[in-house]
């Protein structure tokens, strides 16, 4: 027997679908990247610095991951009718 | 503090823009609802073949079956056939945005819709912020929901509880809060989400609890080429 019949990476990765373990991972390498280039620079800084069409498209991208990824406890559907 | 407001107010109406551009174009409405989905991608692939639709709540999937329907009716001569387009937890307002759905590419051999009147905009608080709940509804959607709840004879507690559900739930989705790591999920792999169980061993959307049984008992659920 070896660790990897236990599947546990299989598990980690699939349990909640392959869309969510790619979308966790790229927000990973996305916060390595930015931190990456902006190193100890404040990001409002960073930002504040750039044109209007940069600004509202970074404050858009920002607002909308949170929106569509963000994790906000939503359960399942209930049904129990006689 | 003007212009920040007035900046915060034009965000999210981008924001409400983009989002709904998703929903016209990526998301089909009956994403979130995993019985509905399945039968209503199996009505626009084959509704050539029917006549009639029955829409409706649990009451209609699981008691209309359309094989009787169809049958006493061509006893009669009348060319019915019938698609049973029930599901459970569908309440008036989602069927009518079935019909809406239906009729905006209709069959031209389409005669027959019928609408169940067994519910009312009320609803389990249980199932607020569920992607089922929620996945469904527009605006327009929420505007009828509050009319609705308040032409009912409830108390004005009820009314105003109810009519802020269908508010939050209408920005929940119409920014799609939460919502769509699932729909991507859903919609790139419908073998892990969807299943074909709901259209019934005759694919006539009939599903009776007995037969249902049967497939819980084989801890299976059956996925059709439609869907995969």
Known sequence: MYLGEANYLTEMVYHKGITHFIIAVGAVLTLFLAEGIMKDTPMEEVILKKNKLFRWTTYSFLVLCICWFGVYGSREFFYFQF | MKKTVLNIILLASLLFVINQI???????????????????V?????????????????????HVNPEI???????????????????DGVAY???IRVLEEVLKEPSPNLKYAFISL?????????????KRFASWQRPQDMVRA????WDLRLPIKEKLKFSWYYFITMIENGYNIGFLANAIQALTHPETTYSTLSLGSKENGFLPYDEEEKWY????????????
């Not at chain 2, 329907?69 to 599901?87: E, K, L, M």
């Not at chain 2, 801890?219 to 995969?228: A, E, L, N």
């Open chain 2, 22 to 40: 998703v929903h016209a174009f990526f998301l089909p409405f009956t994403w979130g609802d995993e019985d509905l989905h399945a039968k209503m």
């Open chain 2, 42 to 62: 199996h009505y626009k692939a084959n509704k050539d073949d029917y006549t009639a639709i029955f829409i409706g709540g649990s009451l209609e999937y699981r």
């Open chain 2, 69 to 87: 329907t169809d049958s006493i009716c061509q006893q009669f001569g009348v060319d019915f056939r019938a698609f049973n387009a029930g599901g």
């Open chain 2, 93 to 95: 307002l989602h069927q």
């Open chain 2, 118 to 130: 067994s519910s009312t905009t009320r609803f389990k608080y249980l199932n607020l912020h569920t």
């Open chain 2, 146 to 149: 509050i009319q609705l709840t």
């Open chain 2, 217 to 228: 008992l084989k801890k299976v659920r059956p996925i059709k080429k439609c869907m995969s």
